[in-house]
């Protein structure tokens, strides 16, 4: 297959979204907690979140245009200033994939999904009692992305919650997503320590 970009564009709306959102492979799905000024608990599944940096300990999401997905998390974030990032595990994955769905504001998908809320150490929004990694974030910066509507939203790491084994094993007992709806678990394939190069040899050996 050979695809341009006029080619892409002129694929049918769920083709180029299976396309597109499949292209990149396995990426990491993690439950977002948090809780709205009426006290109402918010609980949503994403599979963007990544790594932004170790010092200071950043993490970042993307959140999707207002007009086409609603946007609970994001509007409980700014009006709160804080949220949970939550490992998903093979057991979970179903009651997960629920929290994808349009519910109103008013209801928790906690109760509707089938999930526990967890207070730790009166952090100001929800951990998932069954994930084995919590990880309690502080809102620092939305950033808007022009091109496609979309913002990309970046907080930094106040606590981490998990198992030691988690811990040990890399946390690698989390699951993934293909695409929207395509669920895998992990295998680790091998270590390999960091590589530098030498300087007085830069050649490459394989």
Request: some cysteine; glycine content about 6%.
């Amino acid at each position: 297959m050979y695809l341009k970009k006029e080619n892409i564009s002129n694929l049918k709306r769920i083709d180029r979204l299976k396309l597109i959102n499949s292209i990149c492979g396995i990426r990491g799905v993690h439950l977002i907690g948090t809780v709205s000024k009426e006290s109402i608990m918010n609980l949503a599944i994403f599979s963007s979140v990544t790594h932004l940096g170790s010092n200071p300990s950043l993490l970042g999401f993307i959140s999707r245009p207002s007009d086409q997905v609603k946007r609970d998390t994001l509007n409980n974030i700014l009006s709160t200033g804080y949220y949970t990032i939550n490992s998903i595990h093979e057991d979970m994955i179903d009651r997960a994939h629920q929290t994808s769905g349009k519910f109103p504001s008013s209801i928790s998908e906690f109760d509707e999904c089938g999930f526990h809320p967890q207070n730790i150490d009166n952090f100001l929004a929800p951990f998932v009692k069954s994930s084995s990694v919590q990880i309690g974030m502080k809102f620092i910066d939305s950033i808007p992305i022009k091109y496609n509507n979309t913002c990309l939203v970046i907080g930094e790491i106040e606590l981490i919650h998990c198992k030691d084994e988690s811990l040990q094993d890399n946390f690698k007992d989390g699951v993934g997503v293909v695409g929207l709806n395509s669920y895998y678990t992990s295998s680790k394939v091998k270590d390999l320590e960091y590589f530098r190069v030498n300087k007085n040899d830069t050649s490459t050996k394989n």
